[in-house]
Each structure stands twice: as structure tokens, then as C-alpha cells.
């Protein structure tokens, strides 16, 4: 289709409300992927994720415990961290924590570089590469509920605020 925008989720940690509003909205959007970039935190969180109508790709968070059975819930599509995938001619790395993201940005081999854990959203372009940190969607932390989208064909990110 037309529509080259994905979506991009992290540290969701078991907030129900959220999710479904993010969910929601992804499915307005028209979305074709949804990234989630770690701490999900409990297996009941995926069930929401049902009615997303894309595509749904995770990694794990570090504060994701049981992994065997996010694994059944999510049907495999959690994958260990650093997750590096191709996605409609892109090259895409997705991972938690922040300690690889500058490295892997200098190194030229990517187009997006995604990643969560700090819960303060970031959209940066580095290297030919978009960073984007799609902040919190839980809101705990900040009190502020955040998710992302990228456009594939321009290499623009937006973050989304959920109220």
C-alpha cells in the first residue's frame, strides 16, 4: 500500500489503559509494523496486542523475567536484543537499553535504530540513520505516555502523545 509508516512502543510495564490507546491509535494511523522495544514486564500485557491489525515485531527488556512464556503469549515474536532485521528495503536494529545506539550509528549500517528504556523519547538523525526512543508508553516514570511512527519512505519520526 501507500501507507510506509510504522510504529514504535517501549516500556509499556503492564499498563493496560495505555497499550489499547496506543493500539488504537496504531490502527488509525494504518500502521503496517509495530516495534516494541522492551519491558512489558508481565505475559497478560501482549493480549491487547490481539487487535493490532500489524505486523508485531519485540525484543526484551531488562526487566522482562519470564521469557518463556512472553515468548508463547507474543507467539515468537519476541526476539533477544540487539534485534537486527530488513523491512521493505530498510535496515532496521532494535534494542533496549541505550549503550549501543551512538556505535551503531557511526557505523553507517543502518537506516533505523531503535531503541526504549530511558523513557525520554528521542528522534535524532545520525550517520544516515533515524534514532528514535519512543519515551514511555506506561507513563510511570514521567508522568507523560509516549509512542512513535515512522514514515519508511521519508525517514521522518513523530512521537505521539497519549492523554
Known amino acids: 500500500g501507500g501507507n510506509m509508516k510504522i510504529g514504535i512502543i517501549s516500556d509499556t510495564h ?9 493500539i488504537s491509535i496504531f490502527n488509525e494511523e494504518g500502521v503496517s509494523l509495530v516495534i516494541h522495544a522492551g519491558d512489558y514486564i508481565s505475559p ?10 500489524a505486523e508485531f515485531i ?3 527488556g ?3 523475567g519470564d521469557k518463556v512464556l512472553l515468548n508463547t503469549c507474543s ?3 519476541i526476539h533477544p536484543q540487539p534485534h537486527k532485521f530488513s523491512y521493505s528495503g530498510k535496515k532496521i536494529v532494535v534494542m533496549h537499553e541505550h549503550f549501543l545506539v551512538e556505535d551503531l ?4 549500517n543502518f537506516d ?3 531503541y526504549g528504556h530511558t523513557h525520554k523519547e528521542r528522534v535524532e538523525k545520525k550517520n544516515g540513520a533515524l534514532i528514535i526512543n519512543p519515551g514511555e508508553a506506561g507513563h510511570w516514570l514521567y508522568g507523560k505516555a509516549t509512542i512513535g511512527t515512522v514514515d519508511l519512505v521519508t525517514m521522518e519520526g513523530e512521537i ?3 492523554d
Open 14 to 22: 503492564d499498563n493496560i489503559d495505555r497499550i489499547k490507546q496506543a
Open 44 to 53: 497478560f500485557s501482549l493480549i491487547p496486542f490481539e487487535d493490532l491489525k
Open 58 to 60: 519485540g525484543i526484551y
Open 62 to 64: 531488562n526487566n522482562d
Open 75 to 77: 507467539m515468537g515474536r
Open 105 to 108: 550509528a557511526a557505523s553507517g
Open 112 to 114: 533505523l535504530i531503535v
Open 160 to 162: 505521539i502523545v497519549l
